[in-house]
C-alpha cells in the first residue's frame, strides 16, 4: 500500500481527501430549491448553455429556485469548449449582477462556466491571472468563492466534484485550466434523468471521459512518490494515487465496463444512465485527489488545435474533437507505455473494464480493453480520422509538453519523444 514510508524521507507523507456532497438519484433535481435555500443564498445566478436552456431544463430548475422566494438570473450562453472571452462574458454578467450564489445546470462546460463566473465575482482580477502557469499566471484565489451549485446534465466530466476549470487559448493553440481547491461547487446535485436526451456520441464521449479519469487516477504516480512540499499551500491538488482516491477509482471503472455500452445503445435505460452518471462523479471524487495523466495531458492540443472536424451528435457550429474522445485516442498507446512502472494497476484497470479476471497479462492486454470498448460505443478509429496526420506530431507534443502539471503524474518519466511515439501509434488504434 501507499503511505507506508517513514517521516524522515523528503518523500511526500499527507494527502488530502476533500469532495463536493454529492445528492444523487432519478428526481434528485427537484429539491433543488430546497437545496439553495439551506446555503442562504438570496440572488443567483443561473449558468447554462443554449442546448439544455431548449429542452427546457433550465426554466424548470429557474421555476424550482424562485419558488423558494430567491431570485434568479439566467446566462444561458456557455459554449462548448470555453474561451477566456467566453468566460468573461460569463464574469462580466456575474460582477455587474451583484449575485450571491451561482448554480450551474449543464455539462462540463456550463459548470467550468460558473466556476469561473464566482472566482470573478468574488476576486475581480482578469481571467488570465489565474490560469494555469506557464500560459497564465498561476494566481491563487485569496479566499473561498461564494456557494456554487453545479447540476451536471451529461455523465462525464465529474466537474461537478472538481477543482478546475477548462478554457480553450485559441492564439496559443492548447487547452488549459484554472485549478485550485476553492474551485471546487459547494455541492453538486446529481439526477440522470436529466441525462435522458443526450445523443448517443455525446454518451459515449463523455463516458470514455469518465474510464479515463478512473483509470489514469488509478494509475498516477503514487502521492507518496513525490517530494514533500515546502509548506501545505504548496501541495498540489492533484496529489497522486491514494488510498481513498483508488476506491472511488476502481468503482467507476466497474461502473464504466458494466453499463456505458447500455447507455449508448439505449438512452432509455434508466439503470445504465444513472451508473453512467454515479460513476461520473466518483471518478471525478478519485480523480479530483488523485490527478489524471498522459492521455489527459495529450488531449488538449488534441482538442486545442482544432482540426476541421464536426462530430455527429455535436452542435456544427464550428469544428471540434469532443473531450471524451480527444482523450480515449491515445490511451491504449499511452497506457502500453506507462504498464512497465505498474503491471498489477493496469491489469486490475483491465479486469474491472471488462469484468473478467485475467491471469496473464502484457502490456498490450489495457489497450486492447480499451480498444474493444472504443470499437463498441463508436468511436473515431484514431486522430489521423478526427483531422491529424504524422505532419501534426510536433505540434501536439508541443501542446501537450506544456500540461506538466499532467505529466509529472505519469507513473513512468515521459518526454518529447515517448509524447511523439504515443502520438504516432494513436493516429490508428485498429
Ligand atoms: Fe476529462
Known sequence: MAGQRDGGSDHETIFTMETTPLKYG?????????????????????????????????????ELIESEGIEVEVWGEARVEPTAESFQEAANFAVEGEFDGFVAVGGGTSIDTAKVSDLIATHGGEIMDYVNPPIGGGEAPPSPLRPLMAIPTTSGTGAEATTVAVLDIPEKKVKTGISHAYMR????????????????????????????????????????????????????????ANPIADLFATKALEYGGKYLLRAVQNGEDIEARGAMMLGASMSGVGFGSAGVHIPHACSYPIAGLHPDYYPPGY???????????????TAPAAFRFTYEENPGRHRQ?????????????????????????????????GLREVGYDEEDIDQLVEGAMQQQRLLVLSPREVGEEDLANILRESMENW
Do not use: F
Not at 27 to 53: Q, Y
Not at 371 to 381: A, C, K, S, T
Open 349 to 381: 484497470v483491465a479486469e474491472l473494464l471488462s469484468g473478467e479476471s485475467i491471469d496473464e497479462a502484457d502490456e498490450n492486454t489495457l489497450p486492447e480493453v480499451l480498444v474493444r470498448l472504443m470499437q463498441e460505443v463508436g468511436v473515431p478509429r
Open 315 to 329: 452542435p456544427q457550429d464550428h469544428p471540434l474533437v469532443p473531450h471524451g474522445w480527444s482523450v480515449i485516442l
Open 185 to 240: 461547487p459547494h455541492r453538486g446535485v446529481v439526477d440522470p434523468t436529466l441525462t435522458m436526451s443526450l445523443p448517443s456520441q455525446v454518451t459515449s464521449s463523455t463516458g470514455l471521459d469518465v474510464v479515463c479519469h478512473a483509470a489514469e487516477a488509478y494509475t498516477s504516480k503514487p502521492y507518496d512518490e513525490r517530494e514533500k512540499p515546502e509548506s501545505p499551500d504548496e501541495r498540489p491538488p492533484y496529489q497522486g
Open 26 to 62: 432519478p428526481g434528485a433535481s427537484e429539491e433543488v430549491g430546497w437545496e439553495i435555500k439551506t446555503m442562504g443564498v438570496k440572488r443567483v445566478m443561473l449558468v447554462s448553455d443554449p442546448g439544455v436552456v431548449e429542452i427546457g431544463i433550465t426554466g424548470r430548475i429557474q
